[in-house]
């Protein structure tokens, strides 16, 4: 049996339960895109926006500081929802939302040399974003990441991020909710409320912290300097919390501190950074985000096993990131 859709779909693993995204006829060409599409001046390159932050001038066109626009090649995409099934296969088609974050008019700005304000209008956009999808009830989660740097295969290197609105919650996403329901129910706390109090306590694994914020060399890291970013006080949703300059700064600070202690690469070091906010209705969720290096190569062990080996404990990454400061 042959399954032959025109549309992108998820299918599920039954051996797993997890979905794999199938995206028929897709071409993933790495080639660099020139003229750059995210360059200010060259707005007819892109779809037509969703909104913006701007100085002047009207939709699609100059003027802007922050724009969002759908992805022109999307995994997900607006439409209906219909569910079905194929013998043993589950296939859920890929409705939901896939957009663009052109961060800056500038191309070769980037978290590192931005100013801290700057950051925080980014922020507030992606907040703007992730509530606005929330709305649409085909939509499960909200996924907000940021690839940067050759490492991070990144085919157009202006500054953007993504925002994902998905029609199921994934793996990781759900390894998360159940752990810290768990948690919950077994102690009436959050989970992640105890460990940054634990890491509090230690100071170890601390890198920067201030009142409402703190930024953590993770015990489970994955690969060396990951890093961990959490509000002190109990709050499930990114979108609805109070991030103010401090916080924006303390981003900032990140991906710097990383520069200077990841060498090696032109345009500094490659990462991923991902926002984790709860889907509606988790408010025994905790918003976080982490920040991967992209300076390790995956082993066939971990590969394989889904095991990661790291060869630095964090108690050292956070002790040569702190003097980064």
Request: glycine share 6%; aromatic share 8%; with cysteine.
């Amino acid at each position: 049996m042959r399954i032959l859709l025109e549309k992108p779909y998820l299918i599920r693993n039954p051996l797993t339960g997890k979905h794999v995204i199938q995206i028929p006829h897709e071409n993933d060409d790495e080639c660099v895109i020139d003229p750059c599409p995210f360059c200010e001046g060259n707005e007819k390159l892109t779809p037509l926006e969703i909104t913006a932050r701007r100085n002047n001038g009207g939709s699609n066109q100059p003027g802007w500081r922050v724009r969002a626009v759908p992805d022109k090649k999307p995994i997900f995409r607006m439409g209906e929802q219909k569910r079905f099934s194929l013998g043993t296969y589950d296939i859920i088609p890929a409705t939901g939302a896939d957009e663009i974050i052109i961060e800056s008019p500038r191309h070769g700005d980037t978290w590192a040399n931005m100013p801290a304000e700057k950051i925080w209008e980014i922020l507030s956009v992606f907040g703007e974003r992730i509530s606005d999808l929330k709305k649409d009830g085909n939509i499960r989660q909200v996924l907000v990441y940021k690839n940067y740097g050759s490492g991070a295969r990144v085919k157009i290197t202006h500054p953007h991020s993504v925002v994902i609105g998905s029609p199921v919650i994934s793996p990781v996403m759900q390894e998360k909710l159940y752990h810290l329901k768990k948690h919950f129910n077994s102690k009436n706390r959050c989970l992640l409320c105890d460990i940054l109090g634990e890491e509090e306590r230690g100071g170890e694994r601390i890198i920067m912290e201030n009142q409402n914020y703190i930024l953590l060399a993770p015990p489970w890291s994955r690969v060396p300097y990951e890093m961990f970013i959490a509000p002190k006080n109990h709050e499930p949703f990114f979108e609805k919390s109070p991030f103010d300059l401090e916080f924006a700064a303390m981003l900032k600070n990140a991906i710097t501190m990383l520069n200077a202690v990841v060498t090696g690469e032109e345009d500094g070091v490659s990462y991923t950074m991902t926002i984790y906010t709860a889907p509606n209705l988790s408010e025994d969720f905790h918003w976080h985000i982490e920040i991967i290096p992209r300076i390790k190569k995956y082993s066939s062990f971990e590969i394989a096993t889904a095991f990661h080996v790291n060869p630095l404990p964090s108690e050292e990454a956070a002790e040569v990131l702190r003097k980064k400061k």
